[in-house]
């Protein structure tokens, strides 16, 4: 658990990240889940037992997606490609249109 939570908190600033700079793309969110999904198994066997301290490379995959996650929330001011503004813009065309 102390390797668990933080890691979904770190995929969870960068699934966000992708999502809301994707236009809110499920596939491409689906896809970037899959690939953490298949990459953790071959970290874990590319790197010895000591160093990743017998969890199965969660502290590497830890670590990288800690290094990500504080770079895209610095460089993103936190907000994370969200726009509000856009999103109104975008309701009210559609409500002109309808």
């Known amino acids: 658990?102390?390797?668990y939570i933080p890691s979904v908190i770190?995929?969870?600033i960068v699934f966000t990240w992708v999502f809301d700079n994707t236009e809110g793309s499920i596939l491409l969110a689906i896809l970037l889940h899959t690939s953490f999904d298949v990459l953790v198994g071959p970290v874990g066997q590319l790197l010895p037992a000591?160093?990743?301290t017998?969890?199965?490379g969660a502290l590497?995959?830890?670590i990288s997606l800690g290094v990500?996650?504080?770079l895209l929330v610095v460089f993103t001011r936190g907000r994370l490609g969200y726009r509000p503004e856009a999103a109104a813009r975008e309701l009210m065309a559609r409500q002109?249109?309808?």
């Open 96 to 98: 002109y249109r309808a």
């Open 50 to 52: 000591p160093v990743v």
């Open 10 to 12: 770190f995929m969870t």
């Open 68 to 70: 990500t996650a504080l």
């Open 54 to 56: 017998g969890h199965g």
């Open 60 to 62: 590497p995959m830890l």
């Open 1 to 3: 658990m102390v390797l």
